[in-house]
C-alpha cells in the first residue's frame, strides 16, 4: 500500500487502499481502539508534560531524588511510570505513582477533545455488529468516565481494558489487547486494532490482530509505516466510510 494512497483521496473513489478498508471491516468481528489519539485527544487542556513533571516533584518529595534525576528531560508520565516499575518493581511506590497518574487522566477527561469521525464510527460499527473495546496504556477509569461523558458507555460495556498497576504490561506488551480478545470471545485473526504508536502496531503484532493505523501527522505516520503497518489513514472519516459501506450491504 502506498503512502500517497492513505491521504486526502481515501474518503472519495474507490482506491486500493479504499477496498483495503472496506475488506477489513467485512472480514472484522471486533475492533479495538487505542484511547488516547484514535477516540480522543486526551490531555488537550490537560498536559502531559504538566503531569509528568508533577510525577516527578512527587518522588522527589518522597526520597526518589536520584531517580528523578535519571528522568531529566522526560516528559511522558507513562515513561516515568516505567522507570520507577523497572526499578521498584512490584512496590507499594509504583502502586502509589500508578494512582496519581490514574487521578491526574480523570482530571484531564474533562478537557479532552474528541477526535473527528471517533463517536459516530464506534456507533456504526456497533450498528453493523462489529463489538468494539478499548485497549489502552491509559487508566481504564479514565478511558470509563470520558466514554460516558460522549454517551459511548453501552457501546463498550465492560470491554475497556488499560493500565494495570504493573507497567510492564503496558504496550507494546500485548497484555490489555489479549484482555479485551478474551472477554469479547473472538480469535486474534478476526479482530482489528487502530492505533497511533508503534508501541500499538507492535502489540497488535505479537497479540495476532490485525492493526490500522492513524496518524495525524508524516511524523507517526513515517513511525507507524517503521514498526510495520500496512496501512495508515490521517483521518477517520474513510474508516466510518467504510463501516458504512459495510451497513448498506
Not at 76 to 87: C, E, I, S
Not at 105 to 133: F, K, M, S
Request: contains cysteine.
Amino acid at each position: 500500500m502506498t503512502r500517497d494512497a492513505t491521504r486526502s483521496e481515501l474518503p472519495s473513489g474507490d482506491t486500493g487502499a479504499t477496498m483495503t478498508l472496506r475488506r477489513l471491516i467485512a472480514g472484522t468481528r471486533c475492533v479495538l481502539f487505542d484511547f488516547d489519539g484514535p477516540i480522543c485527544r486526551l490531555f488537550a487542556a490537560h498536559p502531559s508534560a504538566g503531569i509528568a513533571q508533577r510525577l516527578k516533584g512527587w518522588l522527589t518529595d518522597q526520597g526518589h531524588r536520584t531517580l528523578v534525576a535519571a528522568l531529566t528531560g522526560t516528559a511522558d508520565p507513562q515513561d516515568v511510570l516505567r522507570a520507577v516499575g523497572a526499578a521498584h518493581p512490584g512496590s507499594e511506590l509504583v502502586r502509589a505513582l500508578e494512582h496519581r497518574l490514574t487521578e491526574e487522566e480523570e482530571l484531564a477527561t474533562a478537557g479532552a477533545r474528541p477526535t473527528p469521525y471517533a463517536d459516530p464510527l464506534i456507533r456504526t460499527l456497533v450498528a453493523v455488529e462489529r463489538r468494539v473495546a478499548v485497549t489502552t496504556n491509559n487508566s481504564p477509569r479514565a478511558a470509563a468516565r470520558y466514554l460516558a461523558s460522549r454517551g459511548l458507555s453501552d457501546c463498550f460495556g465492560p470491554h475497556i481494558h488499560g493500565r494495570t498497576d504493573d507497567p510492564a504490561l503496558l504496550k507494546p506488551h500485548p497484555d490489555c489487547l489479549t484482555r479485551a480478545l478474551r472477554s469479547l470471545g473472538h480469535p486474534p485473526q478476526e479482530s482489528l486494532m487502530i492505533g497511533d504508536t508503534r508501541a500499538d502496531a507492535v502489540a497488535a503484532r505479537s497479540a495476532g490482530a490485525q492493526f490500522l493505523g492513524y496518524a495525524h501527522d508524516e511524523r507517526r505516520e513515517d513511525a507507524l509505516y517503521a514498526a510495520g503497518a500496512s496501512l495508515v489513514v490521517d483521518s477517520l472519516e474513510p474508516v466510518l466510510e467504510a463501516a458504512r459501506a459495510e451497513a448498506a450491504r
